[in-house]
C-alpha cells in the first residue's frame, strides 16, 4: 500500500490515497501499527485522503497513534491540501476539503508548482461549554479552577472541531506538559477527552506553545490547538486578534478575525518521504 508522510511544524503524519487506493479495512489498527516510532513509520497519526461526499475536493479522515479518529488537525489539513494539489488531484489555488466540523477553505502559497504554505479558514470558534464538550462551568469557560493532580490551575476551555483546555503558565516544563497533559485529557471534566495546551506569553501578539495532544502524546505542532489559544488569549485579554505561534516544530502565524468570527492560520506543509507499506 502506497503512503506518503507529510508534515507541518513537525506534527507528522502517514497518508494514503483512498481516491486510488481502497479504504483500509480497519484504519485504527492500520493507524497504531504505521504510527509506531519503533516498528511502524513513525508518525503522530494516520490520515485518509478521500473523495468527499458534500461537493468538497476531498475529504480527511484522522486517526490518532492510539487508534482514534479525531474531528480535525489543522496542521494535517494543510498537509492534505498539499498532496491534492501536488497530486493532481485538483490544481485549483484555492480548495474545500471536508473534515469533522464540515467543508473547510484552504488558500495555497505555490512555488516551483508545489505548495509551499497554506492559510485554513479553521471556522468560528465553539465556546458553549455542551458543545466542546466540557463540564466546566461557562459558555465558553474562561480562566476556571481545574484542580489535577493537586495542583490548582486555571483552564479555558475552546473547542476547534475538537477539544482543547488552555492554560497560561510561567514556564511550560516537562513536569506539566508530561506529567499533567495526560491527566487532563482525561479529565472527568471533558467527556470526550480533551488536548492541552500550555502556554508561555513572551508579549500581547506572540506566544509559545507545547501540546500534550488527544491519543497521541505531546506532539511538535497542534493546528486545532493554535487556533484554540488564539481564542483564548483573546477571551483572557492575554493577546491581540493577530498573533505568531512558537511551537516546538516551528511558528504558525494565527488570526481571529472579527469581521466573520473565524479563525485564520497559515503555516507550512512539506512532504518527507513516500514509500509501500507491507499489506
Known amino acids: 500500500m502506497r503512503f506518503t508522510k507529510m508534515q507541518g511544524c513537525g506534527n507528522d ?100 508548482g508545489k505548495v509551499d504554505r497554506a492559510t485554513v479558514n479553521m471556522g468560528k470558534p465553539i465556546l458553549e461549554g455542551a458543545m466542546i464538550p466540557t463540564k466546566l462551568i461557562g459558555n465558553p469557560p474562561v480562566e476556571v479552577p481545574l484542580a489535577v493532580a493537586g495542583q490548582n490551575l486555571h483552564v479555558t476551555a475552546v473547542s476547534m472541531g475538537n477539544p482543547h483546555c488552555v492554560t497560561f503558565v510561567e514556564k511550560a516544563t516537562d513536569e506539566l506538559v508530561l506529567g499533567l497533559g495526560p491527566k487532563i485529557e482525561h479529565s472527568s471534566m471533558f467527556p470526550a477527552r480533551t488536548n492541552v495546551e500550555f502556554i508561555e506569553i513572551i508579549s500581547p501578539t506572540e506566544v509559545r506553545q507545547r501540546t500534550w495532544e488527544r491519543g497521541s502524546g505531546e506532539t511538535f505542532a497542534c493546528g486545532t490547538g493554535a487556533s484554540a489559544v488564539c481564542v483564548a488569549g483573546v477571551l483572557t485579554g492575554r493577546t ?32 518527507v518521504f513516500s514509500g509501500d507499506w507491507p499489506e
Not at 24 to 53: N, Q, T, V
Not at 241 to 260: A, F, M, T
Open 13 to 112: 503524519y502517514v497518508y494514503v490515497n483512498c481516491f486510488d487506493l481502497p479504504l483500509p479495512k480497519d484504519p485504527a489498527e492500520l493507524a497504531r501499527r504505521m504510527s509506531d516510532r519503533h516498528f511502524g513509520i513513525g508518525s503522530d497519526g494516520l490520515i485518509l485522503i478521500c473523495p468527499s461526499d458534500s461537493g468538497a475536493d476531498a475529504r480527511m479522515r484522522m486517526f490518532n497513534a492510539d487508534g482514534s479518529e479525531s474531528e480535525m488537525c489543522g496542521n494535517g489539513l494543510r498537509c492534505v491540501a498539499k498532496y491534492v494539489h501536488d497530486y493532481g488531484i485538483c490544481r485549483a489555488p484555492q480548495l474545500k476539503i471536508q473534515t469533522g466540523r464540515g467543508n473547510l477553505t484552504v488558500d495555497l502559497e505555490v512555488k516551483a
Open 240 to 271: 491581540k486578534r493577530k498573533i505568531i505561534n512558537h511551537l516546538r516544530g516551528g511558528d504558525l502565524e494565527l488570526e481571529w478575525r472579527e469581521s466573520d468570527g473565524c479563525v485564520y492560520k497559515t503555516g507550512p506543509a512539506v512532504e
